[in-house]
Every structure is written in C-alpha cells, then in structure tokens.
C-alpha cells in the first residue's frame, strides 16, 4: 500500500530544534558531522537486524527497512549534490521524490542485510567526502528555490538521517 507524499518543507531545520528528534541541525558545526554519521551506523544494523525490520507500523508509516533504505539514498543523494556544488556555481540540483523512489526500487522488499552493507558503505563514502570540504560556503538550490551552502546541506542531511533513526526507534 503507498504512503501517503510527505510534502512539507523540512528546511526549517536549520533555523531550530527540531521537536521530533531534538537535533538542532543549524547549530550542528559542519565539520562534526563525519563524526555523527559514523556514530549513527551502528544503530541503524541494529535497526535492520531486527526480526520485525519489514512491518510497518501502521498503513501511513515506512517499515525501519524502508527507512534504511531511503536513508542509503540519501548518503547518496547528497553526495551527487555536494560534488555538484564543488564542481558548478550555483547549481540547481535535479528534483528528486523520495516517494517515487521508494515505489521504484520497492524499498519495502529489499533484503535487510544488503541495505545494511549499502547503507553503511553510502554513510561511510558522504562522512568521508565531507571530510575533504574546504570550502563549506559553495552554493546550489533545489527548483523550489531553497538556497544551500555545503554546510547548511550537510546539517540538512544529517537532520534527515538523524530524524528517521529516531522514526524507527520510537
């Protein structure tokens, strides 16, 4: 059964805490953030070792693998978007609907500990990308027109991997 488009703009996160999972993502220095997202691997082959991993918790709600599987993406997503604004001034980087993508690559069949390894390699590829950045202040924009610098892309994405660790752990 899909769920239902999540069409709200997270972008707020950078301006304060965020209620849900309590990270204030604007205030998160940029050159921690390898740091917290190797520390978060670990929970998330936790998450995905577990025997419920495939059940959704309600008909409106991912299953932790789907989480897991969307939070791969995400490394890699935002990987593809910091290259892109080492690489062009002022890109604008291509739509992507994460639900969509979901529905395409059928997140809710994928096998838990093939996510697992792509999760963890995904995280471990951005930590280290990340941790060549010289210049946090290259900008790019999605179509909406939201404006990001590296560092305020990286504090995004860390908000996004943060939060749905704390989805899936309740």
């Known amino acids: 059964m899909p769920i239902e488009p999540d069409s709200k703009d997270w972008t707020w996160v950078l301006e304060r805490p965020c209620e849900g999972c309590g990270l204030d993502a604007g205030a998160f220095p940029p050159a921690d953030i390898p740091d917290r997202i190797r520390a978060d691997l670990p929970h998330w082959r936790t998450v995905l070792e577990r025997s419920d991993v495939a059940n959704r918790p309600d008909a409106g709600t991912w299953s932790p693998l789907e989480y897991a599987a969307h939070v791969r993406d995400v490394f890699a997503l935002f990987i593809e978007r910091t290259d892109l ?18 529905a395409e690559k059928n997140y809710a069949a ?4 093939a996510v697992q390894g792509e999760l963890t390699a995904a995280g471990e590829a951005y930590a280290a990308r990340l941790e060549g950045i010289s210049d946090w202040e290259r900008v790019g924009r999605r179509s909406n027109g939201s404006r990001f610098t590296i560092a305020t892309l990286a504090q995004y994405g860390l908000h996004d991997v943060v939060h749905h660790l704390s989805d899936v752990r309740g």
């Open 85 to 102: 604004m080492l690489r062009e001034e002022d890109p604008l980087f291509a739509n992507w609907d994460q639900d969509r993508t979901a």
């Open 110 to 113: 994928e096998d838990p500990a």
